[in-house]
T-cell receptor, first 111, second 114 residues
Framework: KNEVEQSPQNLTAQEGEFITINCSYS?????LHWLQQHPGGGIVSLFM???GKKKHGRLIATINIQEKHSSLHITASHPRDSAVYIC?????????????FGTGTLLAVQP | ETGVTQTPRHLVMGMTNKKSLKCEQH?????MYWYKQSAKKPLELMFV???????ENNSVPSRFSPECPNSSHLFLHLHTLQPEDSALYLC?????????????FGPGTRLTVT
């Protein structure tokens, strides 16, 4: 069982729709990351949050530490939002702490 | 542009070849990482360098050999690879080492082993 689970795995939306992607994790964390990966492969960090909510443009990320759950919302979705969205949490084990990644949610926004 | 560059972007190599992947960060960060991303699988951490010292080797086969000559450059030397090593290899950097720092990723090298 993955320590970081995302849902849905695939999501197709029409332009303008409100989108929610969910992330649940089983390990204790100090922060959670949301990342975006475009078809070319490059990954961009969207948010790092440890409590409450963060907003950047049309993107909103929330986290509930007690429930070990985070959501990424996209308002007024646009075809350029089409990408894979990945959540990741720090895991403290071995020599260092490192990020454990979910398998990602593939989002396609159709015009 | 994230401030992290990788070369080459694509690489095809035979199982007996030796090649190297290069990563360079222009952000003044202290930590650098190599990740492997295979189809349908989460990113997997391979190596971590902090202040040019390797601090994590995540059970990676010896056919992968990292090198960090200074805090701005990171290499991954490849030799006698297997077809299952075909994947996207991503480099990242962060100001401090560990999962509580924001990581900046390069565009990746798409590796195909024939």
């Amino acid at each position: 069982k993955n320590e970081v689970e995302q849902s849905p795995q695939n999501l197709t939306a029409q332009e303008g729709e409100f989108i929610t992607i969910n992330c649940s994790y089983s390990v204790g964390i100090s922060a959670l990351h949301w990342l975006q990966q475009h078809p070319g492969g490059g990954i961009v960090s969207l948010f790092m949050l440890s409590s409450g909510k963060k907003k950047h443009g049309r993107l909103i990320a929330t986290i509930n530490i007690q429930e070990k759950h985070s959501s990424l919302h996209i308002t007024a979705s646009h075809p350029r939002d089409s990408a894979v969205y990945i959540c990741a949490v720090p895991f403290f084990g071995g020599a260092t702490n490192k990020l454990i990644f979910g398998t990602g949610t593939l989002l396609a926004v159709q015009p | 542009e994230t401030g992290v560059t990788q070369t080459p972007r694509h690489l095809v190599m035979g199982m007996t070849n030796k090649k190297s992947l290069k990563c360079e960060q222009h952000l003044g960060h202290n930590a650098m990482y190599w990740y492997k991303q295979s189809a349908k699988k989460p990113l997997e951490l391979m190596f971590v360098y902090s202040l040019e010292e390797r601090v994590e080797n995540n059970s990676v086969p010896s056919r992968f050999s990292p090198e960090c000559p200074n805090s701005s450059h990171l290499f991954l030397h490849l030799h006698t690879l297997q077809p299952e090593d075909s994947a996207l290899y991503l480099c990242a950097s962060s100001q401090g080492q560990g999962g509580t720092y924001e990581q900046y990723f390069g565009p990746g090298t798409r590796l195909t082993v024939t």
